[in-house]
């Protein structure tokens, strides 16, 4: 195979597209790949596609991947046919997007990059402009969405998250019941909702059934005032994580005085099945102790038992639950157990619907690329 023959093979080539003239410029440094179609070509309308003849042609170029260490640029007159239905219409090009002037393996590679680093990064080891790549990565971003449906949420989840790198708060959009992230809005502040239907008006608010949080003052009156038909609720993830605040903030307050407590936090957030040996043993010797934090690990013991309780028993257990812990003489448990009297009918409305944001955690694990990119196309200070 000639290098004409191997370059189409690399570009994608079909008739009657064909190499024209590859040039390489040593003093440059880059090679010119010029394509051109021979003279009475005809190519397929874009709408109907009945083959058409060529109406007018404009020399272009695109920036290809590199030959080596060598820059790439690829030239090609893009042109529009004359179709005898649809008139003049423009050909797309087998090797770029419309109106992109980088090709398609370029943008690919691009798209891989992000995934590793921040735009800035990749705009710099590449020798283009950041505000190129971030027209790729919103193309792609931007097609990736229209394929999803998001019109049919009815039960969203909402959560705080936080880039602690850049000490920016975020509050993450996501589909409880199909398990993915719908939109990244940066703030946590009521009118995060707001942006959110704004930015995405196919969901029809009326059509949320359930809103599932933590018990934010600011989420609850977000939620009430732009989503008013919804019920929001605040399942066992979310009271669990709540209640782990509380017992954390009761643990960094003792572990200064007991060495014991250093580094435990994982170890009282775990389910004690999912503790390794060493730390089932911490737990233990943690639980024969008298303090603070251990009474509080009972609280976090006994209010893990609602859930697995039948339905009718779950009002009264809960109700003395939160009588209980109000007698605890622990601020931090009584501020919670508060805060589980005020809302408790979202608690179980969580329970009767049997709505479980547990997903969140495992989404933000598995797809941290992607919420990266979301975040740097919706979110452009992170
Ligand atoms: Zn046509």
Redesign the pocket.
């Known amino acids: 195979m000639d290098s004409e023959g191997l370059f189409s093979k690399l570009l994608c080539l079909e008739e009657p597209w064909k190499i024209k003239e590859i040039r390489f410029d040593h003093n440059e440094k880059r090679v010119d790949i010029t394509i051109d179609f021979p003279r009475g070509s005809k190519f397929p ?1 874009p ?2 596609h ?1 083959s ?1 003849g060529v109406h007018d042609t404009t020399e272009r170029t695109w920036r290809h991947l590199n030959i080596f260490q060598y820059p790439t640029y690829v030239h090609a007159r893009e042109l529009r046919i004359l ?1 005898s ?2 008139g003049k ?1 423009t050909v797309d090009m087998p090797w770029a997007s419309r109106g992109s002037g980088f090709s398609l393996h370029f943008e690919a590679m691009i798209v891989e990059m992000c995934r590793e680093m921040p735009p800035l990064a990749v705009s710099r080891m590449i020798g283009i402009s950041d505000d190129s790549v971030w027209r790729i990565l919103r193309h792609y971003v931007e097609e990736a969405r229209k394929e999803q449906d998001i019109s049919d949420i009815s039960v969203p989840g909402v959560d705080e998250f936080s880039v602690e790198k850049h000490h920016v708060y975020a509050t993450l959009f996501y589909d409880i019941r199909n398990s993915r992230i719908i939109h990244i809005e940066e703030g946590k502040e009521s009118e995060v909702f707001l942006r959110f239907l704004q930015k995405n008006p196919f969901i029809d608010p009326k059509g949320i059934e359930h809103v599932s949080m933590d018990m934010d003052p600011s989420f609850i009156s977000g939620a009430e005032k732009y989503i008013p038909d919804s019920q929001i609720v605040f399942d066992h993830f979310h009271v669990i994580k709540m209640m782990n605040d509380a017992l954390d903030k009761i643990r960094r307050k003792e572990a200064r005085e007991n060495v014991i407590l250093k580094g435990t936090r994982y170890t009282l957030f775990m389910n004690p099945d999912k503790l390794s040996e060493k730390q089932k043993e911490k737990l233990k010797d943690i639980r024969k102790l008298d303090l603070q934090v251990t009474h509080a690990y009972h609280f976090k013991e006994s209010l893990q038992r609602l859930w697995s309780l039948r339905n009718e028993m779950v009002v009264d257990y809960l109700a003395k639950w939160i009588s209980w812990a109000r007698r605890s003489r622990m601020p931090e448990i009584i501020r919670l157990a508060k805060s589980m009297w005020r809302h408790m009918e979202g608690i179980l409305e969580a329970i009767r619907s049997g709505i479980s944001s547990g997903i969140v955690e495992g989404l933000k694990k598995q797809d941290p690329y992607r919420i990266q990119a979301v975040l740097w196309l919706q979110c452009p200070r992170i």
Do not use: D, G, L, Q
């Open positions: 309308c709408v109907c009945e058409a179709c239905e649809h219409k």
